[in-house]
């Protein structure tokens, strides 16, 4: 098992005043040769939207979009009929495939919304444009790796059109989860907030480490920390 560390304050940054963006792989104005994404794995950007701020329309396709929110709501539309509001405990995912326009908004005037924005390749190109939502409460997360996102949708997961599997845990301080990377496979670790030991490294919120070979996986949390897990096919 080997990880390479992506350190918080390593990456790209972006602020536009109503917009606070960490990137840890390329993306927009922020160009790294050596952070283009991992895998499949394309951008995972951390974002912070002011009081009724926001995305407005804009397009996207070949890509499956995921919304994971941490503090506050982010209001969808879409010219496909969608909308909804994204809360904390939502993961919604949008294959933006033959071509979407959407926008994204902080639903409230008073407080912020903090989320993170993560783009995965697709398996194929043109696919039928469509959106998924789902909810996992605390307990589901608690003290467990629980299963939010994959290719076929299993245990109530949404459906990721790529190998990838996505888990989220929440851990107290002093507790731990193991998991297996495959042979063939990687991983890519995101510390959403505070600290956990990883196979002897320490990461923090905001860090993210690749997992370039397989084997045994322990997370042990230094702090309450939440922890999205991604495992995905080489």
């Known amino acids: 098992m080997a990880l390479a560390l992506r350190k918080s304050d390593e990456r790209g940054k972006a602020n536009f005043g109503w917009l606070d963006s960490k990137h840890s792989f390329s993306f927009g104005h922020y160009h790294d040769p050596k952070h283009m ?121 949404v459906t990721i059109h790529q190998d990838v599997d996505l888990y989220a845990t929440l851990l107290t301080a002093g507790e731990a989860v193991a998991h297996t990377i495959a042979e063939g496979r990687g991983g890519w670790i995101q510390v959403v907030r505070g600290a956990v030991g990883v196979n002897g490294s320490t990461l923090k919120a905001g860090d993210g480490a690749a997992i370039t070979h397989s084997g045994a996986l322990s997370l042990e949390a230094t702090a309450d920390t939440e922890v999205l897990l991604f495992d995905m096919g080489a």
């Open 37 to 157: 994404g991992f895998g499949p794995l394309r951008v995972i950007n951390e974002d912070r939207v002011a009081p009724g701020g926001g995305f407005p329309t804009h397009p996207h396709s070949d890509m499956e979009i995921i919304s994971y929110v941490l503090e506050g709501a982010l209001e969808h539309k879409d010219n496909i009929g969608t909308g909804s509001v994204i809360r904390p405990g939502d993961i919604q995912r949008m294959t933006a495939g033959s071509g979407v326009r959407h926008s994204e908004f902080n639903a409230s005037k008073t407080a912020p919304v903090h989320f993170l924005q993560i783009w995965v390749i697709p398996e194929k190109k043109g696919l039928k444009p469509s959106y998924e939502q789902k909810s996992f409460s605390d307990d589901d997360k608690r003290g467990k790796l629980r299963l939010i996102g994959s290719r076929d949708g299993r245990d109530g997961s």
